[in-house]
Nanobody, 120 residues
Framework: QVQLVESGGGLVQAGGSLTLSCAVSGSSSRLDTMGTMGWYRQTPGQQREWIASIHSNGNTRYAQAVKGRFTISRDNAENTVYLQMNMLSPDDTGVYYC???????????WGQGTQVTVSS
């Protein structure tokens, strides 16, 4: 069973930056076999929303709400996906999750996520 552990969240003032990490672990788990990876976020009363993806060839896609401010990257050798977040707004507050596209499509497994809180 693949395990995804998100970290790096915290409290930051508006306009600040944070970098989140998603570590892939578990027996025989390798990021380079998992295909497209993505970051998602959720706030109370709302559905989990997709915010960024990185394909196996390195191409990236972003939701309009974060485009130009967030950067997703992947280091297969380190089995880690990153999300660099700049120019943060209170609207970015939420719990951030990472996952593979294949797992998202099945809708069965998510990690604990990491809390990001942006103050005014």
């Amino acid at each position: 069973q693949v395990q995804l552990v998100e970290s790096g969240g915290g409290l930051v003032q508006a306009g600040g930056s944070l970098t989140l990490s998603c570590a892939v672990s578990g027996s025989s788990s390798r990021l380079d076999t998992m295909g497209t990876m993505g970051w998602y976020r959720q706030t109370p009363g709302q559905q989990r929303e997709w915010i960024a993806s990185i394909h196996s060839n390195g191409n990236t896609r972003y939701a309009q709400a974060v485009k130009g401010r967030f950067t997703i990257s992947r280091d297969n050798a380190e089995n880690t996906v990153y999300l660099q977040m700049n120019m943060l707004s209170p609207d970015d507050t939420g719990v951030y999750y990472c996952n593979s596209l294949r797992e998202v499509l099945t809708g069965t497994s998510w990690g604990q996520g990491t809390q990001v809180t942006v103050s005014s």
